[in-house]
């Protein structure tokens, strides 16, 4: 990533902005669901490590020189399924969630065909070019 943030660096016109957002491992996603938030995921090894090396080649290039923070946190979206078979099936083919947290998936068969909500973070940087 801090190849991709330099070559950006490189593409941007003096004082451009940059914001760099991806899913925010710090916040794991976590379920809805009649009324209650019975559990959430595990993300996989790899994708905490991405985020990771993310974060340290933003502060890289920020104690390089080449950006100034302006703002940044993060926010959370709804992503809704149907029902928990539309949810499994969305759980096993990420490439970020490696499965459900002990007993949430349980606890979601009790209501198998109502709807559900899954809410996830993303990480926000503004990043003006210095």
């Known amino acids: 990533m801090v190849d991709a943030l330099?070559?950006?660096h490189r593409a941007l016109r003096a004082d451009g902005t940059l914001i760099d957002l991806r899913p925010d491992s710090d916040h794991p996603p976590y379920v809805r669901h009649a009324g209650a938030?019975?559990?959430g995921f595990r993300e996989r090894d790899v994708a905490?490590?991405?985020?990771a090396a993310?974060?340290?080649a933003i502060d890289r290039v920020m104690r390089?020189?080449?950006f100034e923070l302006i703002r940044a946190g993060h926010f959370w979206y709804s992503l809704r399924f149907t029902d928990l078979a539309q949810l499994d099936a969305w759980v096993e083919t990420s490439r970020r969630i490696?499965?459900?947290e002990r007993g949430t998936r349980a606890r979601l068969a009790a209501h198998p065909d109502?709807?559900?909500t899954v809410r996830r973070a993303l990480?926000?940087?503004i990043l003006a070019r210095v």
């Open 64 to 66: 390089d020189g080449d």
């Open 123 to 125: 990480k926000y940087a």
């Open 114 to 116: 109502r709807p559900i």
């Open 48 to 51: 905490r490590g991405d985020s």
């Open 54 to 56: 993310s974060d340290r």
């Open 37 to 39: 938030e019975p559990g």
């Open 98 to 100: 490696a499965g459900y």
């Open 6 to 8: 330099h070559a950006a």
